[in-house]
């Protein structure tokens, strides 16, 4: 096998196994650290059931648009993100999937839940995403010597909106992240 796929082989393991659900918040121990104080949570990507059509993605607890130009809609189960950016010549990478948790941890907002990860020693950065309807909240992380994860978290009433975004380049991709976040529209309660 290649490099490449044996780091995929690697990554999806990594963010299956190494992280905790958005929607059940599970303690994790850092691999240079195993003290109880010194553990923090992680969101994991979650796979929703969605409904795509050219470019309209709709899940249960809200919609948002993937422009087809820009994005493809994978629809692998094995792919780590339901999106992939059109990539020109190998030169980025970005693979997006937008989730909802099943339930907010009590009395800890999108904020917190980020600065409750910060001590980690795998986080290497956070900081904040602003769209006109929220505010995403992040903390980012490495998957191997190449390639990042990000997970932006936003509240979102009783629950919170989960983005896991993973990229060889966050520079680059900043603004078309922030795009599709906008994008995002809450479906009524049913």
Same mark, same amino acid.
């Given at each position: 096998m290649n490099k490449k796929i044996i780091t995929a082989i690697f990554a999806a393991? /990594?963010?299956?196994? #190494?992280?905790?659900?958005?929607?059940?918040?599970?303690?994790? /121990?850092?691999?240079?650290?195993?003290? #109880?104080?010194?553990? #923090?949570?992680?969101? $994991? /990507?979650?796979? +929703?059931?969605?409904?795509?059509?050219?470019?309209?993605?709709?899940? *249960?607890?809200?919609?948002?648009? $993937?422009?087809?130009t820009l994005w493809n809609y994978t629809e692998s189960s094995d792919d780590t993100c339901d999106f992939r950016m059109k990539a020109y010549k190998d030169l980025t990478t970005c693979g997006v999937s937008l989730f909802s948790? &099943?339930?907010?941890?009590?009395?800890?907002?999108?904020?917190?839940? /980020?600065?409750?990860?910060?001590?980690?020693?795998?986080?290497? *950065?956070?900081?904040?995403?602003?769209? $006109?309807?929220?505010?995403?909240?992040?903390?980012?992380?490495?998957?191997? +010597? &190449?390639?990042?994860a990000r997970t932006y978290i936003a509240d979102n009433n009783d629950k919170y909106i989960c983005a896991y975004v993973e990229s060889n380049n966050f520079g680059y991709i900043d603004g078309k992240i922030a795009d599709l976040l906008s994008s995002i529209q809450l479906t009524d309660a049913k």
């Open positions: 393991a /990594v963010i299956s196994t #190494a992280l905790c659900g958005c929607s059940r918040q599970k303690p994790y /121990v850092p691999s240079n650290e195993q003290a #109880a104080s010194e553990q #923090a949570e992680k969101l $994991a /990507v979650k796979k +929703e059931k969605i409904t795509y059509n050219k470019g309209n993605v709709t899940c *249960s607890d809200f919609s948002f648009f $993937a422009d087809p948790s &099943d339930e907010k941890v009590t009395g800890q907002d999108a904020q917190m839940k /980020v600065l409750s990860v910060i001590n980690n020693a795998d986080v290497v *950065s956070t900081g904040t995403l602003a769209t $006109a309807d929220r505010t995403f909240y992040y903390y980012e992380y490495s998957i191997n +010597e &190449d390639l990042h």
